[in-house]
């Protein structure tokens, strides 16, 4: 089994997609980012002490997670729906930018109508599935202030060096009125952020920060506090409390919340 997995990662993304499709179709339940009905959602995440340790929510095996298909996980579904709710993605035209594109969402924005999409991502090799790729770096992005009405950037400031730099230039390409879905892995023990942005010793990462290329581990509050440094009103939402229902429905997470960033209203 191993070797054919080994030798399927050769394959392009979409091939891949496809033959995933082929073996994890059946009837359980829906995933509405690929729009494939799978048997089961898969378990998903874990593996380093330190996440059970710290309590990290968005790091902590989860069972009955993620979709076997297009790989989407809790995370990907609440970030969807906030998107669809409170974003006006599918109702209004948008122009999204998505930060190291996970392709669960992105075949979920492709089927919605009025978004400008934009995809972005230090190594954008690493995404040829995705049209119109383009390389940047976080902390020097290639866009005009005010460019998106919405921006979504999932797990990836806990790799970033210089989060402080990110959090300035997304909040400067983010127009009047927009919405930035900003999240990472949260340590919810309440010990606050742990980082080191210089460390580079992979060994190290995963074990003090729970991956090899983290340089972080983010109290909640402490990265609510410097989306606020950076200029953004930042809240915390909570699928749950709007619509239990709903939450209960796709699978999220009870203990996952997503910071919302926007420019305060003048
Ligand atoms: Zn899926």
Redo the contacts with the bound molecule.
Sequence with gaps: MAHIRQLTTLLPQPVRFGLRRLAFRGSGVD?P????E?RSLAGHGGGAEVLDRRRVVGGMRRENDR??????ADRTRMMMLYLERHAGVGTRPVRLLHVAPDF?LY?WLKRQNGVDYTATDLDAARYRHIDGIETADLTRLPFADAAFDAIVCSHVLEHVPDDRAAFAELARVLAPGGHALLLTPFALDGKGTDEDPGLDDPAEQDRRFGQWDHVRIYDRDDFLARMSAAGLAATLWDPFEEDADTARALHLNPEERLPIGQLPSA
């Design positions: 995933c980012l690929c729009g494939t799978v979709c076997p298909v297009c790989h989407g669960g075949l």
